[in-house]
């Protein structure tokens, strides 16, 4: 049977294809129609692929031909024809960067071969992305897979993990970690139809310790001064050893890491930005690692310990972004309006919900500006259906952020610059597809002065990864990127705890 996936961040779901349809009727809820969907605005771009209408004379006019060369649609023109795929979530910013990087001009062919397809995975400390790359032609949006990192059971962040690795030995977490990617290489192929004696290779990113896990290494190091991995990788395996469902002679690459804390998947998200001289990449997840392009060509990075509150992981009703939860809130009047993924009733509360629900609250008062809840709401303000963001779950956010926000300070102090030199903000992480720039400002995750510059790219560690499975040469320019690159140690940096202080509390005004 035909079929019409529609994607929007970490949700999917899945329609029957029944007639000829604007894919504005498959993403009613989630992309909006400003002018009605008279294809006048250009306000409604999605990436689409599959069996689709050609290009309207609406769309010719209205996208650029980078956008239409790089499968950028516009919902209310676009017709599915039959089993398609579409990804929605993007901001005209956002539309713009990633069509940038999906269809820049990479050189010959992939590492992999000419011909069949391989797999990327970006594996999170909290969530864990799989994709389907085709090694023909080029990058399109890659159909995706994923879930919660099954290594949350052994502890919430990777200090904790390596911990727990020394007590029982490193094959329990490396084990659950590679069933669960041989799992998800097994979902896509069979989603796809595509067989899996086709696949010729695997790239894997993410943070160096996770790359430790996988790769059967001895993370012990990283959690110690002075800090040092057994290997920063940018090297080939064999698959055999790692994923039993693919053919023996595929081969696995293990994406290049900077330092021990800035990993793989900074290394695949600066290739996927596409970044210039001063611009700001902000990796808001677990361990919240950001990187800065000075002029002369070099990177200045950091990690820092952000925690998992911004996924929904620990808060009361936290969890992922999926049908039925609540990803926005509005003030509106004297009280909030909510936004819930798929409509219907409120389940919980995703990453983004989280903030936009907290920069709600700081912006009516309902909290101040050390982080304290309104006592009249007894500890948990009331959202929607049941669904309440508590004290505890403020505090959280409240530390997270702070961590991000001092991260960025002590980044661009030592760089010495100001927020009005950098150039644009690249906003990368689970929730990076929705989160809103403003909410974020909001709550101080960055100075004020970059919330004009902010584009949300949501995961653009597994685009690079992608980018890396599909070209040989992004390869060498992501190890030629951490060859260019020097780390902050913050753990140590007075400034950076100074800064860390300050800004546990929220913007006021």
């Known amino acids: 049977m035909e079929k019409v996936i529609v ?21 009613a809820e989630l992309c909006p129609l400003p002018c009605g969907g008279h294809g006048r605005c250009g306000k409604c771009k999605v990436f689409a692929k599959g069996k689709l209408s050609p290009l309207s004379a609406e769309e010719k006019s209205l996208l650029t031909p980078q956008e239409q060369r790089s499968g950028v ?93 020394m007590e029982i030995g490193i094959k329990p977490l490396r084990d659950c970690l590679l069933d669960q990617l041989d ?79 800035v990993g793989g998947d900074i290394s695949c998200a600066i290739l996927a930005c596409g970044m210039r001289p001063n611009d700001l990449l902000i990796d808001v997840g677990t361990n919240g690692e950001m990187a800065l392009l000075l002029p002369g060509g070099r990177f ?32 509106d009047g004297g009280g909030l309006r909510c936004h819930i993924i798929g409509g219907g009733k409120a389940r919980g509360l995703c990453g983004t919900g989280a903030i936009s629900a907290l920069a709600a609250l700081c912006k009516n008062g309902a909290v101040d500006e050390t982080g304290l809840l309104d006592e009249q709401y007894g500890g948990a303000f009331p959202l929607q259906d049941g669904v309440q963001l508590t004290q505890e779950d403020i505090r959280a956010l409240q530390l997270a952020k702070a961590a991000v926000a001092a991260g960025v300070d002590t980044l661009l102090e030592r760089a010495g610059i100001s927020p009005e030199q950098v150039g644009r903000v690249f906003l990368a992480g689970g929730f990076g597809s929705h989160i809103r720039p403003s909410d974020a400002a909001r709550i ?11 584009q949300a790219v949501g995961n653009a560690a597994g685009r690079g990864a992608c980018i890396c499975a599909r070209w040989e040469s992004a390869i060498q320019q992501a190890q030629q990127a951490c060859l ?25 005004g």
């Open 73 to 165: 649609r516009l919902a209310c023109c676009a017709l599915a024809l039959g089993s398609c795929e579409i990804v929605v979530g993007y901001t005209a910013a956002q539309v713009q960067t990633a069509a940038a990087a999906l269809a820049q001009e990479w050189e010959g062919g992939s590492l992999f071969g000419d011909a069949g397809w391989a797999f990327a995975a970006d594996i999170g400390t909290t969530t864990i992305a799989a994709y389907l790359v085709s090694l023909q032609g080029r990058l399109g949006e890659s159909p995706a897979a994923s879930g919660a990192n099954c290594q949350a059971r052994f502890g919430a962040d990777v200090i904790t993990r390596i911990e727990r690795s």
């Open 444 to 454: 101080g995750l960055f100075p004020r002065a970059l919330a004009g510059k902010v």
């Open 183 to 261: 799992g998800l290489f097994v979902q896509l192929a069979q989603e796809q139809r595509v067989s899996l004696r086709g696949v010729k290779g695997v790239v894997l990113a993410g943070n160096t310790t996770l790359l430790h896990f996988a790769a059967g290494l001895d993370p012990a190091g990283i959690a110690c001064a002075p800090y040092t991995p057994q290997s920063l990788f940018g090297v080939l395996e064999a698959a055999r050893g790692f994923f039993p469902s693919l053919p023996p002679a595929a081969q696995v690459y293990f994406a290049p890491c900077v330092s021990a804390f």
């Open 7 to 27: 994607r929007a961040g970490q949700a999917v779901k899945t329609y029957p294809f029944t007639a000829p349809s604007p894919l504005s009727a498959f993403t």
């Open 484 to 508: 260019r690159s020097d780390t902050l140690d913050l753990a140590s940096d007075l400034f950076f705890q100074e800064r860390y202080i300050e800004q546990m509390l929220f913007p006021t």
């Open 300 to 331: 200045l990075c950091c990690s820092t310990a952000a925690g998992p509150a911004f996924e929904g992981v620990g808060l009361r009703f936290g969890m992922p972004a999926a049908d039925g939860a609540i990803d926005a809130v509005q003030t």
